[in-house]
């Protein structure tokens, strides 16, 4: 019995000894590396407000009563401005533009000119969304300066005599619809490309002619058509954050 106790006391101080001796020992622990913040490159949203420069080219495409299809055309520069919503891949917006248009020549029975004027527009768009990339559809509202020759010859078969007008007064604006489809690329979070087609129908207008040739006034029926090109520059604000991610 004696001879347990004394096995088991050994073996005590044993251990305490060499608890002690581990404690005097150097720490092995690995040191914790300080925090170090990741960047997280931001996330692209097509949402938000913009402005932006647009300028190209227009086709007349008018009907003209007593000359048939008016063609020339000439070319556009304004500016423009919109908003966007994207949820998921598809963005969604309202954008409106003003463009100032120059003259364009017209080949009808006689030689003549239209007068410069404004074009605008304010449409909806719906598009599809590639990360920075987009494709979409477009159309609503059209307004513009008529695109009515300056002048007209007639001949005697229509007023009874061979007839001259020339165009008197400015038109009033015409009003109407417009359609088309664009592409525009991000260049980095606020700045962005586009080229856009747009097709118009400001509607009809009636133009008043001072007849040189034969006495009186003629009242003539013109349709404002029009097909424009243009690319585009905008700024976007993105105040909008990242885009919408619907949960199903």
């Known amino acids: 019995m004696k001879l347990v106790k004394s096995l088991a006391a050994a073996l005590a101080v044993s251990t305490l000894a060499g608890s002690a001796f581990a404690a005097d020992l150097p720490s092995r622990r690995t040191a914790v590396a300080p925090y170090m913040p990741v960047a997280v490159a931001p996330v692209f949203t097509w949402t938000g407000a913009y402005v932006g420069l647009n300028g190209g080219g227009w086709l007349n495409s008018s009907r003209f009563a007593l000359g048939g299809y008016n063609q020339g055309g000439g070319a556009l520069i304004g500016g ?3 908003y ?3 949820m998921n891949n598809f963005v969604f917006g309202v954008e409106t533009d003003l463009d100032y248009r120059t003259k364009s020549n017209v080949g009808s029975f006689w030689p003549t000119q239209t007068r410069d004027g404004l074009f605008g527009t304010l449409r909806g ?3 599809l969304a590639f990360n920075n990339f987009m494709i979409y559809g477009t159309g609503g509202l059209a307004y513009g300066t ?3 020759p300056n002048t007209f010859f007639a001949p005697a078969a229509i007023f ?3 007839a001259f007008g020339a165009r008197v007064g400015n038109s009033p604006l015409s009003v109407g619809w417009t359609a088309g489809v664009g592409v525009e690329a991000a260049l980095d979070q606020n700045w962005s490309v586009k080229a856009e087609y747009l097709y ?3 509607g009809s207008k009636q133009q008043s002619y001072l007849l040189s040739t034969a006495p009186g006034w003629a009242v003539v029926n013109h349709d404002t058509r029009m097909h424009t090109v243009r690319a585009g520059l905008n700024y976007r604000f993105g105040w909008g954050g990242a885009p919408v991610v ?3």
Do not use: E, I, S
């Open 160 to 162: 009874g005599a061979n």
């Open 84 to 86: 966007n919503w994207q």
């Open 200 to 202: 118009a129908d400001l």
């Open 146 to 148: 008529p695109t009515a």
């Open 80 to 82: 423009t401005l919109g």
């Open 246 to 248: 619907a949960k199903y």
């Open 125 to 127: 768009r719906a598009g």
